[in-house]
């Protein structure tokens, strides 16, 4: 009993300072991390949508994805009805009932669109092990390496949003998810969705402009008339059209979930009916990160075991040669 | 300081090929056919793996699984070394032997897993290699284990090719090795669990907590000593040989306490987080959480007696039982408990789980093998029957 009561006793003792040494490294505790001034993104306002699907095509088009079908029946056809490794945009649609009115609860329809969210803090590039996944630290687009890349999947887990996807039919498989078309930038294009976006649905440029249209809109009479603009909204490229404010839900979807993202997102239907689960403002990265940091900052805890952990080893397997004549 | 006189160990010797190591061998071969479509034709062909489930049993089951399997070595080698329990000792090679291969398996298992698996290198390699990823914790410990067990186990091998010189040098310094070996598996079976903190509110609030770490460290050196009863009654069976009670015994006690403290541990975080509510709804998860604590609780009632933890077959259940829930509390943290969103389901394919097989068979084999070739067992006429 003695000898348990003393195994325990020792057991606890380790693990209480070794709880205790955690605690006292709260330099390594970071908080969300801060989005770039330079940061841009898309703003999509659901009310605008009209599910034409242009984006999609344009999307494929601008990133030379081939075409994306469940079955063989429909290989004549590019209908796909979620992201794939393939297929880096979609227009969801949801409905209700009869589906006749737009933008309603009930008996309605609703459309959304769903890419990558460019998070301030994403998940992905703090789970890769290999930074395959980066996030620029102007732009603030997320983009992905397949070079850099090992197929692990943990950005695919990660994700709250459900984005990065991966190719399970090719031995040589890729990530795919979209990276706000960052290779047309250089040339002075911006993402393809919104560039021929016919209503300004999907609406391009710097993420602080897009926010301060985001909540002008919210702030719109119903059914005042107001000016939408279209393609991108930093550089006005394309002429904007007039029309009547909807009933908004009083929420931009992006602005604080999981510490923020550059996409935002307007909507007449609650975003749960949407798709868009609700999730809290701390990022998911940032707790991973300081649970990481405060364990292995510097490496001060480790080594400070592994000291203790040798001395002690020492002192045994000493006694442990004399005890015996095998080690 | 007591001193220990043991038997030393000896090889078993006896037959290589057997009805045992035959249905080995052809799980083995399956599990190689398999793997020989995967790499031409993709993970898609052989696996159930879908974007809503990534990660399946060739990652929970053969890597986290399999991991914490394998921590008879690090279990016992720690209590032998650190806690100086020096009467224990001849329960360290055998315990060693299974981890080693253990987690050579899972460092192997894990290049099947990889979807681009010739960049595995860049997991290492400065420039790539990203310390903020818990991944990389885990595979940069891992991976420096392997090599530190090698050289822990490797005495066995000198021995046995008579390499004096080389056993005194590495004796030498077999402290420090042991330490390190005590260290790694701390910190990658604890981050194990860490893994799951990026995933937020994909995992239920069952599983999801920021002490993962320290729930799946105790539990992995529970299972730890959990593996070593086991494989002791199994090996003592298969071998004819006398079971050693007289260190299962007082390991059974060791091993309850350490059970006790992971019941305390998993049950007050699930208490101060406030979800323990969740285990009293009717859901799948629910009803797999009261599995998973009902499996870590069985082996108190198994063994509650004093009488109960002389009957081997008594240990031999508890072993298995407690090895089972640490086994659900894996699979219910990384499969049962995760949700991505509407629309995806996933359960393992045959041949997705005939390589999960293939692998626990090559662990099985090798250590048929070196036990009865090399010096592991401790001698059998040495062992004394008064117990």
């Known amino acids: ?327 | 300081m007591t001193k220990h006189a043991h038997a030393a160990p000896a090889p078993v010797g006896g037959r290589l090929l057997s009805p045992v190591t035959f249905v080995l061998g052809v799980l083995i071969l399956a599990a190689l056919a398999i793997l020989a479509v995967r790499f031409v034709y993709g993970l898609g062909t052989v696996t159930n793996l879908n974007d809503g489930y990534p990660w399946g049993i060739w990652v929970v089951a053969d890597v986290v699984i399999g991991s914490a399997f394998a921590c008879g070595g690090f279990s016992v080698a720690m209590l032998v070394y650190i806690f100086n329990k020096g009467e224990y000792h001849p329960l360290v090679r055998p315990a060693l032997l299974a981890s080693l291969f253990g987690y050579t398996l899972a460092g192997v298992g894990v290049l099947f897993d990889l979807g681009r698996w010739w960049n595995f290198w860049h997991i290492l390699a400065p420039g790539y290699a990203s310390p903020n990823s818990v991944m990389f914790e885990v595979a940069a410990c891992i991976s420096l284990y392997i090599v530190v067990m090698w050289i822990e186990f490797s005495p066995t091998f000198f021995e046995k090719w008579g390499m004096k010189d080389a056993r005194r040098k590495v004796n030498k310094a077999m402290f420090f090795f042991i330490a390190l070996g005590t260290v790694l598996p701390m910190m990658h079976q604890s981050s194990l669990g860490s893994l799951l903190v990026v995933f937020g509110t994909q995992i239920h609030p069952l599983w999801q907590s920021i002490v993962l770490p320290l729930i799946f460290l105790i539990s992995a050196i529970t299972m730890g000593y959990a593996v070593v009863l086991f494989e002791s009654c199994l090996a003592a069976a298969g071998y004819r040989r006398t079971i050693e009670m007289h260190l299962l015994t007082p390991l059974s006690k060791i091993m309850l306490g350490m059970l006790g403290v992971f019941l305390a541990v998993r049950f007050g975080d699930l208490i101060v987080r406030g979800a323990l509510g969740y285990a009293f709804e009717g859901s799948v998860q629910a009803a797999m959480f009261w599995l998973e604590t009902a499996c870590f609780v069985a082996p108190f009632v198994l063994l509650r007696a004093q009488a109960a933890r002389r009957n081997p077959a008594r240990l031999f259940v508890a072993g298995a039982l407690l090895m089972l829930g640490g086994v659900l509390l894996r699979i219910n943290a990384f499969l049962v408990g995760y949700d991505t969103g509407e629309g995806w389901s996933y359960f393992p394919s045959v041949p997705e789980m005939l390589v999960t097989f293939g692998m626990f068979a090559i662990e099985i084999l090798a250590y048929i093998v070196i036990t009865r070739r090399f010096p592991v067992l401790p001698r059998e006429d040495a062992v004394h029957g008064a117990h």
């Open chain 1, 1 to 327: 009993m003695a000898s348990r009561r003393d195994f325990l006793k020792r057991a606890l003792a380790g693990s209480a300072a070794v709880a205790g040494a955690a605690t006292c490294t709260d330099a390594s505790a970071r908080g969300n991390a801060q989005i770039s001034p330079d940061a841009v993104g898309l703003l999509f306002d659901s009310t605008l949508c009209i599910g034409c699907k242009a984006c999609v095509a344009a999307c494929k088009d601008a990133n030379g994805l081939p075409l994306d079908y469940a079955t063989p029946i429909e290989a004549a056809w590019d209908v796909p009805v979620d992201t794939t490794a393939k297929t880096f945009n979609v227009i969801k649609a949801y409905v209700d009932g009869s589906g006749m009115h737009k933008d309603q609860v009930q008996d309605g329809y609703a459309f959304m669109k769903s890419s990558c969210l460019h998070c301030v803090d994403p998940s992905c590039v703090s789970a890769c092990p290999v930074s395959a996944m980066t996030k620029d630290p102007v732009t603030g687009i997320v983009g992905y390496d397949p070079d850099a890349c090992i197929g692990c999947r943990y950005c695919v887990a990660a994700c709250p949003f459900g984005i990065p996807k991966y190719d399970y039919d090719s031995p040589t498989g890729k990530i795919g998810k979209c990276e706000l078309c960052r290779h047309r930038l250089p040339e002075g294009k911006y993402a393809a969705c919104a560039e021929v976006c016919p209503t300004g649905a999907t609406l391009f440029g710097k993420v602080s402009e897009l926010k301060a249209e985001a909540k002008r809109r919210l702030a719109l009479t119903p059914g005042a008339e107001t000016t939408w603009p279209r393609g991108n909204l930093t550089t006005g490229d394309q002429p904007s059209w007039n029309g009547p404010a909807p009933v908004y839900v009083q929420h931009i979807y992006g602005e604080k979930e999981v510490g923020g993202t550059q996409m935002l997102k307007l909507a007449a239907v609650p975003f749960d009916k949407l798709g868009h689960r609700p999730l809290p403002e701390r990022s998911f990265s940032s707790q991973s990160e300081t649970l990481q940091h405060t364990l292995y900052g510097g490496l001060v805890l480790p080594l400070a075991v592994l000291g203790a952990m040798t001395w002690v080893a020492k002192r045994n397997v000493k006694h442990d040669d004399e005890g015996g004549d095998h080690d």
